[in-house]
Nanobody, 124 residues
Framework: QVRLVESGGGLVQAGGSLRLSCAAS????????MGWFRQAPGKEREFVAS????????YYADSVKGRFTISRDNAKNTTYLQMNSLKAEDAAVYYC?????????????????WGQGTQVTVSS
């Protein structure tokens, strides 16, 4: 069972950048997908980005394409989300998640393990 711990959230001005990290304890198998989701107050959790662990294939929500980059460090068992050109609407709690099957990775139901979340606040 993989345990996920996010870090890197905080307060940033609009237009600024943050990098979130998701450290996984336990083995991540090649077929896993790692994803980032976010949830703003009063809204449903939404997909942000995902990466297939073995191939490095990435997927992004349209709202973050060109601004956010997901990556992974195999040796460190860590997934990153580099967030640039942040907007007020990016403010949310960001969750890291792991999917054992690595399919349907834009949907939250595909993920088996979730982190506790890290808050991102964007000031205008």
């Amino acid at each position: 069972q993989v345990r996920l711990v996010e870090s890197g959230g905080g307060l940033v001005q609009a237009g600024g950048s943050l990098r979130l990290s998701c450290a996984a304890s336990g083995r991540i198998f090649s077929n896993y997908a790692m994803g980032w989701f976010r949830q703003a107050p009063g809204k449903e959790r939404e997909f942000v980005a995902s990466i297939i662990w073995s191939r490095g294939t990435t997927y992004y929500a349209d709202s973050v394409k060109g601004r956010f980059t997901i990556s992974r460090d195999n040796a460190k068992n860590t997934t990153y989300l580099q967030m640039n050109s942040l907007k007020a609407e990016d403010a949310a709690v960001y969750y890291c998640a792991a999917s054992k099957l690595g399919r349907s990775v834009i949907f939250s139901y595909a993920y088996d393990q979730w982190g506790q979340g890290t808050q991102v606040t964007v000031s205008s």
